[in-house]
């Protein structure tokens, strides 16, 4: 998997470099067939709030990509929750595939023992 890395405004230590490629090649347990991942670091010192480190992460996959954003106080932190909430949308794409290939294996399991569908 590709990862690529954007820093806006953000200082790319090796550190935050490395924090980043461990917790995006942690997504590959999830699922095997990431193309590559684009990640854009963004600080922002005249936000009202006090989240001034903004983390989006884009997710090239086969078939629909996904996309998890996160705004925190500390770069780390927004790092690891973005990381945590694309990990969450991986699970349910998997779950949701496995329970569709089941379907399909069960309507054909039914057609072929009574020779029609319900």
């Not at 193309?35 to 010192?45: I, K």
């Not at 500390?74 to 909430?85: F, N, Q």
């Amino acid at each position: 998997m590709q990862i690529h890395i954007s820093p806006r405004h953000v200082q790319l230590t090796a550190a935050i470099h490395a924090h980043v490629a461990d917790k995006v090649a942690h997504l590959e347990e999830f699922c095997d067939t990431i193309l590559a991942a684009h990640v854009v670091l963004l600080f922002d010192e005249h936000k009202s709030k006090k989240k001034d480190y903004q983390v989006k992460i884009h997710l090239a996959l086969p078939g629909p990509d996904l996309h998890a954003e996160d705004a925190e106080d500390d770069l780390y932190t927004a790092i690891d929750l973005a990381v945590h909430k694309l990990a969450q949308q991986l699970r349910k794409r998997k779950t949701k595939t496995k329970e569709t290939k089941k379907h399909k294996v069960r309507v054909a399991r039914e057609i072929e023992r009574h020779g029609y569908r319900r």
